[in-house]
């Protein structure tokens, strides 16, 4: 099978490279060529635009930052549809608004093209290490035909539903991850500011209730004042409003979900967009005039 994927990012170098990796053909496109070298190297063959990549591929995989970036990509000059055929797939492992990918999959339906979205969860270290979660919509028989390369990818793969329910999956997934994380440095500036070492509170909340998938990661990040990405919290706050939209269209109010937000958006505001989600410790921190550091 002929593979293509467009988005080599953070993310979508690790995963085409493991597709390379497994032996299949590849070919690749990125708005930064300059980003694919490593690939074309390996042996990936390049393409100018995405109907090249889809005329050359029999599935398509896409990774990418935004809804409306995943439609330029399919939609705009010299997009994916133009260079679609019949029996062909198109994979999604963007996090996407389940409105837009479900639109993009009628459309390709005419064309007689496969949709399925399969975002993913695991972050760059599930990433480089082939380990991701991934959360497939879709028709189960385009599954079964792309499931072998999923797995060089990810070794938790859910069929979660029709095409639209692995975002939704994903969405629910992040709303609880990006809630967790946004408490969990709130929690811990509170501790702190009221006088308990950040280390001998972490060693006690990891063994209590408290205990959760953020508090693992504050050894690493807000403790060592490493806030590289990782989770872009530019990428949080848009998967956040991704999930609040959800909510509007669902009728489901999301109160704790737009506190989260407000966080997120004071985050982005000073100047924190491209540093990791953990960063929405610091403008805590800056209020209070404390640091949750177990450094010196």
Request: charged content about 20%; some cysteine; proline content about 4%.
């Amino acid at each position: 099978m002929r593979v293509g994927f467009i988005g080599i990012g953070q993310m979508g170098h690790h995963m085409s490279g493991h597709i390379l990796e497994a032996g299949y053909a590849l070919t690749v496109h990125d708005k930064n060529k300059e980003a694919t070298k490593p690939l074309l190297v390996l042996g990936a063959q390049w393409r100018d635009n995405p109907r090249q990549v889809a005329q050359s591929s029999d599935v398509v995989f896409t990774s990418l930052p935004t809804p409306s970036i995943v439609e330029d990509v399919v939609y705009g000059e010299n997009g994916l549809k133009s260079g679609w055929k019949p029996g062909d797939i198109f994979v999604d492992m963007s996090t996407n608004s389940p409105t837009t990918i479900r639109h993009i999959a009628e459309d390709a339906r005419i064309l007689g093209v496969s949709v399925l979205d399969a975002p993913v969860s695991g972050g760059t270290k599930g990433a480089e290490m082939g380990t991701l979660a991934i959360m497939v919509g879709g028709d189960a028989a385009a599954l079964e035909k792309v499931r072998k390369i999923l797995q060089t990818m990810g070794k938790n793969i859910f069929q979660v539903g029709d095409v639209g329910c692995g975002n939704i999956a994903k969405l629910v997934n992040n709303l609880i991850s990006l809630t967790t994380n946004a408490i969990t440095a709130e929690a811990f500036v509170l501790g702190v500011k009221a006088g308990i070492d950040p280390q001998v509170l972490w060693n006690v909340v990891r063994v209590g209730t408290g205990s959760c998938w953020s508090l693992e990661q504050m050894p690493d990040t807000i403790f060592k004042a490493n806030f590289e990405p990782g989770f872009k919290l530019s990428l949080g706050l848009k998967d956040i409003g991704l999930a609040l939209a959800l909510g509007r269209e669902t009728g489901v109010p999301l109160s704790i979900g737009a506190a989260v937000q407000h966080g997120l958006d004071a985050a982005v505001e000073a100047g924190l967009a491209e540093k990791s989600v953990q960063a929405v410790v610091l403008p805590l921190e800056e209020i209070t005039k404390v640091k949750v550091r177990t450094i010196k």
